[in-house]
């Protein structure tokens, strides 16, 4: 079969979009297609975080299937990532997908499992009781972003994860967005406390990972009031959902209470991430 890759914009939108509905251009910034017998048969879109592409979207029409459609979508982009500077291609996608898993893990990514899922409306987040009166509390640490954090201390903080036996290469993470990602320290012995990994993604803010290096909980609380700063000085903070990737039970937890209620959680399921470097 022969199958031609090509870019979906205004000219051929409307063949493509029977395979992505609902969807909008606007919010991608790589839109490929795929056509075999004159027909659109998939559909790739990815957007740009940091340094690294996210595959956010990728269909292919049931006739289409397992005849190298997907492959060459993706070896299409693939190239394109090596053109614009060897970018890393990250994919988050449900653990109950297991045929996007086999495919990925086929195709050369570095999976892992990431944790489970909750999502709120940043309304709920933001104007829970719960967690009002959890930032009124002042744990004594000292917050930085990512794009604050001097290379002394983003080492410091490896070494922490190391220790926690956790992989602390997620910390050069080119997806991560540097200013929504937090560390806090404690004041009085330096050492970290917490810290907060986010990807801003349109209007959804991810929480990929907590960790919490200390007994109790107030460093990530110190993190939190910062967050919440940042959400709302964007505007248009009412817009946003928060997704909290949990990473185990005591983060998870932790995330629960952070709402008045927990159904206003809505529980996304097991998510796995993948990376192709």
Known sequence: MDITITGIGKENLKAFRPLMPGLSLADY??????????????????????????????????????C??????????????????????HVNYPESAKDLHGFFLNKGFLIFRDGTAYKVP?????????????????????VKSLSELSVTAKNKFKKALYAADVDADIVDDASLSPDIS?????????????????QKKKNTIVILYMFIFEKDATAL???LRRLSVEVQKSGNARKYEILFV?????????????????????REGRTISGILA
């Open 29 to 66: 910034k790589i839109c490929v297609g795929a056509i075999a017998d004159d027909t659109a048969c998939g559909v790739c879109l990815f957007d740009i975080l940091g340094d690294a592409l996210i595959l956010d979207y990728i269909y292919v029409a049931p006739d289409y299937r397992r």
């Open 68 to 89: 190298g459609v997907a492959s060459t979508m993706l070896m299409a982009v693939r190239k394109l990532a090596i053109d614009m500077g060897s970018l890393p291609i």
């Open 122 to 142: 940043a309304e709920s987040f933001l104007d829970s009781n719960s967690f009002i009166k959890m930032i009124k509390i002042n744990g004594g640490h000292k």
């Open 182 to 198: 937090y560390f806090a320290f404690n004041e009085k012995t330096g050492e970290p406390g917490a810290c907060l990994l986010c």
């Open 221 to 223: 609380t110190d993190i």
């Open 246 to 266: 949990t990473m185990d039970k005591k983060v998870e937890a932790f995330a629960k209470k952070l709402v008045d209620d927990e159904s206003m959680l809505s």
